[in-house]
Nanobody, 117 residues
């Protein structure tokens, strides 16, 4: 069993910042990629950013320069630092991990981020 627990979502004004965390536990052994996705109302889930075990990162064009993904391998945790937030960033944010041993993906339950004045 693998469990992912996300935290850090909430209501923030435009231009504000939030930091999301996602901690993995259970039968993990070794995590390959870790990433954040989001799904806005009426839209499909989309990739926000991901990071490899070696620290290579990839971002959606819409968040480049504003969001930063990082990971703490000792804590099996991935973070998403979000700055200069815009109303269009409003969505449920999900973390996803990919395991080396099984190649399987696991998803968190999501955390809501609302950007509004």
């Amino acid at each position: 069993q693998v469990q992912l627990v996300e935290s850090g979502g909430g209501l923030v004004q435009p231009g504000g910042s939030l930091r999301l965390s996602c901690a993995a536990s259970g039968s993990i052994f070794s995590i390959n990629r870790m990433g954040w996705y989001r799904q806005a109302p009426g839209k499909e889930r989309e990739l926000v950013a991901h990071i490899t075990s070696g620290g290579s990162t990839n971002y959606a064009d819409s968040v480049k320069g504003r969001f930063t993904i990082s990971r703490d391998n000792a804590k099996n945790t991935v973070y998403l630092e979000m700055n200069s937030l815009k109303p269009e960033d409003t969505a449920v944010y999900y973390c996803k991990i990919n395991l080396y041993v099984t190649g399987m993906d696991y998803w968190g339950k999501g955390t809501l981020v609302t950007v509004s004045s």
